[in-house]
Nanobody, 121 residues
């Protein structure tokens, strides 16, 4: 069952911008932290940015000053505004949420299916 759905990826030239969105299923009873990870071919998945339920944020050094993460708790959604994109930002971007479903009392980590971001030079 799909719990997180990403959108907004695509192809953009270096220096351009993209905005990623992630909508969480209504099956969530509560969501703690949400975040964006990325994985380029041959590389491990890495954290890009995260945000807690109280809007405390954390960014990878490589994206500080260029990317902004935000969330809408009422919509169970998280966003990633990506500006000044570089070719090295090319990767599949994954949404992640740590939370509880109505059907499960445990707090688990959930992943979206990923969205491709390609930055051309």
């Amino acid at each position: 069952q799909v719990q997180l759905v990403e959108s907004g990826g695509g192809l953009v030239q270096a220096g351009g911008s993209l905005r990623l969105s992630c909508a969480a299923s209504r099956r969530f009873f509560s969501i703690n932290a949400m975040g964006w990870f990325r994985q380029a071919p041959g590389n491990q998945r890495e954290l890009v940015a995260s945000i807690t339920s109280s809007d405390s944020t954390n960014y990878a050094d490589s994206v500080k000053g260029r990317f902004t993460i935000s969330r809408d708790n009422a919509k169970n959604a998280v966003y990633l505004q990506m500006n000044s994109l570089k070719p090295e930002d090319t990767a599949v971007y994954y949404c992640n949420a740590a939370g509880r479903l109505y059907s499960d009392s445990r707090t688990n980590s959930y992943w979206g299916q990923g969205t491709q971001v390609t930055v051309s030079s």
